[in-house]
């Protein structure tokens, strides 16, 4: 299994649209969460950190369910410009060494259409 | 204020060659992780630097072998390369500390090995 699952896509919405992407993670050690996007061919580009109690920050909402170990990401009034993949992170940080190390999922790719 | 930076952009090798990539953390940065992506992945962890020392490491064997210089900067040594090592290798830096360790990447390396 996987340590971060998360739905290949692609989701196609029009624009204006809600949309959510979720994401599981295996190792219940993991810590801290986070949602990147990624244009093609480009770097990961930090969306969101993830808090216990979620956050929202303008039209995206993060939450986080620790029991069922799952990250979810809802885009509401979708952009074009929100076409791109993103991805799910977990952050471990195995009490031995002292630092961390981030896992990716997969990632989802969306396009939102005109 | 510089983001992170990476050298070469892009790079072309033969098969059994050996490869440098290099790093320069945002400022205020101390800690430099090192990411493998294939096309169509999620980023892979490679391993992590911080105080010059090799911190964490992911699943790639002991030709990808790294250092972090006084002033953090970091270098991404690969020996006798394999056509599967073609990727976009991806640097990326953060402060550690408890709590969040959210990480800024560059804008990667293109390996391509023939």
Known sequence: RKEVEQDPGPFNVPEGATVAFNCTYSNSASQSFFWYRQDCRKEPKLLMSVYSSGNEDGRFTAQLNRASQYISLLIRDSKLSDSATHLCVVNLRPMTSGTYKYIFGTGTRLKVLA | DAGVTQSPTHLIKTRGQQVTLRCSPKSGHDTVSWYQQALGQGPQFIFQYYEEEERQRGNFPDRF??????????????????????????????????????????????LTVL
Request: charged content about 15%; proline content about 4%; hydrophobic content about 35%.
């Open chain 2, 65 to 110: 072998s790294g250092h972090q210089f006084p002033n953090y900067s970091s270098e991404l040594n690969v020996n006798a390369l394999l056509l599967g090592d073609s990727a976009l290798y991806l640097c990326a830096s953060s402060f550690l500390r408890e709590g969040f360790n959210e990480q800024f990447f560059g804008p990667g390396t293109r």
